[in-house]
């Protein structure tokens, strides 16, 4: 069973950053992959940005390339997403995500979910 909270949301002006981050309970964190998924109201729930175990290996949607990092810390079980250039688009309720295993796109593949923190991106 992994326990997963979400900080750091916020609101900030288009063009700024924001870092987010998911403090994770579970004692082997390393054995699970780590996603940043959002939704945004009236939407579906959509992938953001993923790493594997190890944090060797990261992914991340075509919307957010270029303009967000993923990382973790497995000696403090956490997980960050730093944002940059942000977009009024992007605001959103951003969740994080955990599974054993290798990295996946999917809502479906994830079996732990945190509460979500919002992030609004004002114009």
């Known amino acids: 069973q992994v326990q997963l909270v979400e900080s750091g949301g916020g609101l900030v002006q288009a063009g700024g950053s924001l870092r987010v981050s998911c403090a994770a309970s579970?004692?082997?964190?390393?054995?699970?992959?780590m996603a940043w998924f959002r939704q945004a109201p009236g939407n579906e729930r959509e992938f953001v940005a993923a790493?594997?175990?190890?944090?060797?290996?990261?992914n991340y949607a075509d919307s957010v390339k270029g303009r967000f990092a993923i990382s973790r810390d497995n000696a403090k079980n956490t997980v960050s997403l730093q944002m940059f250039s942000l977009k009024p688009e992007d605001t959103a309720v951003y969740f994080c995500?955990?599974?054993?295993?290798?990295?996946?796109?999917?809502?479906?593949?994830?079996?732990?979910w945190g509460q979500g923190t919002q992030v609004t991106v004002s114009s």
């Open positions: 995500a955990a599974r054993r295993g290798i990295r996946a796109v999917y809502s479906r593949a994830y079996d732990y």
């Open positions: 579970s004692a082997t964190f390393s054995d699970y992959a």
């Open positions: 790493i594997s175990n190890s944090g060797g290996l990261t």
